[in-house]
């Protein structure tokens, strides 16, 4: 993903006006960014949007205004951007009783060498180790808050939207050994993330700031193609067909029939993060008419 450039961020002023709205967003998206891994260790997946929240959010709590200032912090957060065919995290070690924290931290030292995303199973498993981010560590002392990656190859980075081949986070720590599969939701938000940067929850510019997000105007592959049409029946509203005409389901070979539903399961994945409820509607071909799928929000 591209950094976050200052042209991005919403002015003071402004973001008083639209923060109310962009942190309902905001927490929306990040139920599909979340998951634990038992009950210490919390992942949240970043993306350019989570981390133009925690920008904004910086701005608006500090009150900065200095264009200087906000470079500084933009430089900051775009250190945890994720790069091309990559995974980003903010790793949390959920400790709620205070006296128990620095024992407790104490006992995880070493943690950054134990946290590994695990792909597929048996002889074809592949296990991708975090990197940590080394500025957060001391020899003996560990933060409750730490910041790491998962560098994929492309066979890895088609895996992790394939659910069919299981995704899990494993942390193997001599005190702390849990294992958990990414739920479907956070594999729909990362792999829409490995496909294409994510649409803005907030605008810079323009009236539209303040309205609810929309997907990419278009998506293709050699194979699919989607793309908004000119009237939406509804927010959200994203179309899903062959890149070549076919008329008929009966006409689909079984590879580009599950290309497509992988295609359509990812929308309605992120019109769900950002709306609540979708529907999906099949116009299965039939005269002249092209076989597609239509995926648009629901009213809550």
């Given at each position: 993903m591209k950094p976050l450039h200052r042209d991005e961020i919403v002015d003071r002023e402004r973001y008083e006006a639209l923060r109310s709205n962009y942190r309902e967003a905001v927490i929306a998206h990040k139920r599909n960014r979340r998951m634990a891994v038992g009950d210490r260790v919390t992942l949240v997946f970043e993306d350019r949007e989570t981390l133009r929240f925690q920008v904004q959010e910086m701005l608006w709590v500090e009150r900065i205004s200095e264009p200087e200032k906000i470079q500084h912090e933009l430089d900051v957060y775009n250190e945890l951007m994720p790069a091309d065919r990559e995974l980003s995290a903010t790793l949390f070690l959920e400790i709620t009783d205070p006296g128990a924290v620095r024992p407790e931290l104490d006992r995880l030292v070493g943690i950054d060498e134990h946290v590994a995303l695990v792909l597929g199973e048996g002889d074809a498993t592949q296990t991708t180790p975090a990197h940590f981010d080394p500025k957060q560590f001391e020899?003996?002392?560990?933060?409750?808050?730490?910041?790491?990656?998962?560098?994929?190859?492309?066979?890895?980075?088609?895996?992790?939207?394939?659910?069919?081949?299981?995704?899990?986070?494993?942390?193997?720590?001599?005190?702390?050994?849990?294992?958990?599969?990414?739920?479907?939701?956070?594999?729909?938000?990362?792999?829409?993330?490995?496909?294409?940067?994510?649409?803005?929850?907030?605008?810079?510019?323009?009236?539209?700031?303040?309205?609810?997000?929309?997907?990419?105007?278009?998506?293709?592959?050699?194979?699919?193609?989607?793309?908004?049409?000119?009237?939406?029946?509804?927010?959200?509203?994203?179309?899903?067909?062959?890149?070549?005409?076919?008329?008929?389901?009966?006409?689909?070979?079984?590879?580009?029939?599950?290309?497509?539903?992988?295609?359509?399961?990812?929308?309605?994945?992120?019109?769900?993060?950002?709306?609540?409820?979708?529907?999906?509607?099949?116009?299965?071909?039939?005269?002249?008419?092209?076989?597609r799928w239509h995926v648009y929000a629901l009213d809550t």
């Open positions: 020899q003996d002392r560990i933060s409750a808050v730490q910041y790491l990656r998962f560098p994929l190859d492309e066979a890895q980075a088609r895996s992790v939207a394939d659910t069919r081949v299981r995704a899990r986070i494993r942390v193997d720590h001599p005190n702390y050994r849990h294992e958990a599969e990414i739920p479907t939701g956070v594999r729909q938000s990362l792999a829409a993330d490995l496909r294409r940067e994510p649409e803005p929850l907030l605008r810079s510019t323009g009236a539209a700031a303040a309205a609810a997000p929309e997907l990419a105007d278009s998506f293709s592959s050699e194979r699919v193609r989607a793309y908004r049409p000119a009237q939406p029946r509804a927010p959200g509203h994203v179309i899903v067909e062959p890149a070549d005409s076919i008329q008929s389901l009966l006409e689909v070979d079984l590879d580009l029939l599950l290309e497509l539903l992988e295609v359509v399961k990812a929308l309605a994945g992120e019109i769900v993060a950002r709306h609540g409820r979708c529907r999906v509607q099949t116009d299965l071909g039939t005269g002249d008419s092209q076989l």
